[in-house]
């Protein structure tokens, strides 16, 4: 049975996207760095908003923005050239990643700020720095130092609100996160394939 066919309608996107079998996919500095440049170099072809990323070694999350039916197409182009570099890299073959990457469209503010903070911490939950700004890998210290934005997070919610307000940025950021409301918001908001979203929601 052929899959599915997603409904990409404009709007805010939680995109996750794993290793394999959960296998490392970014094993060196220069692996996350192309893949940050793939990823900013694509969105701006695909006129894509990044609003917060997080790499970790074996999956990466993106919360990002469409104004077009072009979400399959950049993840085809990201994903594909990504493994085509690691491929070449690591000397192997076969697939990179695992499936088809998972998406959810984000329908109200409160799922929205919580992902945010549960996008960033990732790498405080997994026990791999004491503060996320050591982190050298998301979006969030780019947000403490405004001079170094780079250009594809520079229309970021957090950018255009906050700017180089610091001190808001790090409350945000740093506040608790419940992962049980957060399940909660994602199992009430709409999926992606929901045929019952037909407009963009104000955020």
């Known amino acids: 049975m052929p899959r599915k066919p997603r409904?990409?309608?404009?709007?805010?996107?939680?995109?996750?996207?794993?290793?394999?079998e959960q296998?490392?996919?970014?094993?060196?500095a220069c692996d996350y760095e192309y893949f940050e440049e793939l990823m900013c170099s694509y969105m701006k072809s695909y006129d894509i908003t990044l609003h917060n990323y997080c790499l970790m070694s074996n999956h990466y999350h993106l919360?990002?923005?469409i104004t077009q039916p072009n979400l399959s197409k950049f993840m085809r182009?990201?994903?594909?050239?990504?493994?085509?570099?690691?491929?070449k890299k690591y000397n192997r073959t076969g697939h990179l990643w695992q499936g088809r990457f998972k998406s959810w469209y984000i329908t109200n503010e409160a799922y929205l700020y919580t992902l945010m903070r549960y996008?960033?911490?990732n790498p405080l939950k997994a026990n791999m720095?004491?503060?996320?700004?050591?982190?050298?890998y998301s979006s969030y210290h780019y947000f403490l130092d405004y001079e170094t934005l780079p250009e594809c997070l520079q229309n970021a919610w957090i950018a255009r609100k906050h700017q180089n307000d610091y001190e808001a940025?790090?409350?945000?950021?740093?506040?608790s996160?419940?992962?049980?409301?957060?399940?909660?918001?994602?199992?009430?908001?709409?999926?992606?394939?929901?045929s019952n979203i037909d407009k963009k929601q104000d955020i």
């Open 7 to 20: 409904i990409e309608i404009p709007g805010y996107y939680h995109i996750v996207n794993r290793g394999v």
């Open 77 to 87: 182009q990201l994903n594909m050239n990504y493994a085509i570099y690691f491929n």
């Open 63 to 65: 919360l990002i923005e």
């Open 169 to 175: 940025i790090r409350a945000m950021l740093n506040g």
């Open 129 to 136: 720095v004491q503060d996320i700004k050591e982190y050298p």
């Open 177 to 194: 996160v419940d992962t049980s409301e957060l399940q909660e918001l994602k199992n009430a908001s709409s999926l992606v394939e929901a």
């Open 119 to 121: 996008i960033e911490q």
């Open 23 to 28: 296998r490392v996919v970014f094993k060196e």
